[in-house]
């Protein structure tokens, strides 16, 4: 019952964040939509931006757990890279309102160097795994953390491209981006 309270308090959160924008929905309009009691609201969570916080790291720590920890399992090829870079965008296209949230939450305010922390490792392994793909020439020789932001931001655009036009297509968005990382002999 208590975990059932939150997982609605999340999904009505979700929903108003993306229909009304993050200031724009109060707690009160949130816990209307998940049928509970305000004060039932800040049992679980003391404050909005405690909310905001934790529904952020659940829906990323959803989205990471995909598909990144094959990727860290296995040796980097163009292979492993293009089935994360799907499995992510196949993600985000599923899920769009947690995609859009996510997209909200990171031009916010909210997304501060503290709400990051937990998700340091994530990009260190991330760029990790480039540099090691550059050292054994399977990437270009560019800064690691240059080739890290294309990567997600041609993953952001991929998902709102398909999200907006339905399109099929996938394999050809992964080789465009390919074609701009991947070594040349």
């Known amino acids: 019952m208590v975990e059932d309270k939150k997982f609605r308090i999340f999904e009505a959160a979700l929903k108003l964040f993306v229909e009304k924008g993050i200031d724009n929905t109060s707690t009160y309009l949130i816990s209307k939509e ?36 094959d990727l860290l399992k296995s040796s980097l090829s163009y292979e492993s890279i293009e089935k994360f870079w799907i499995e992510s965008v196949e993600w985000g296209v ?13 031009s916010s305010p909210y997304h501060t160097d503290d709400t990051q922390v937990k998700y340091r490792d994530f990009e260190k ?14 990437l270009k020789d560019l800064p690691p953390k240059y080739i890290w932001e294309l990567f997600s931001a041609h ?3 991929t998902v709102e491209y398909i999200i907006q036009t339905k399109t099929k297509e996938r394999k050809i968005f992964f080789d465009t981006l390919l074609d701009g990382i991947k070594y040349n002999l």
């Open 155 to 157: 993953f952001t655009f």
């Open 94 to 106: 599923n899920n769009p309102d947690k995609f859009r949230f996510m997209m909200q939450f990171n």
């Open 125 to 138: 392994n991330a760029v990790k795994l480039i540099e090691d793909g550059i050292q054994n020439k399977l």
């Open 34 to 69: 998940a049928g509970v009691a305000t004060g039932t609201m800040y049992f679980y969570f003391k404050s909005k931006v405690e909310l905001i916080n934790e529904l952020y790291f659940s829906i990323k720590a959803e989205n990471l757990a995909v598909s990144f920890q």
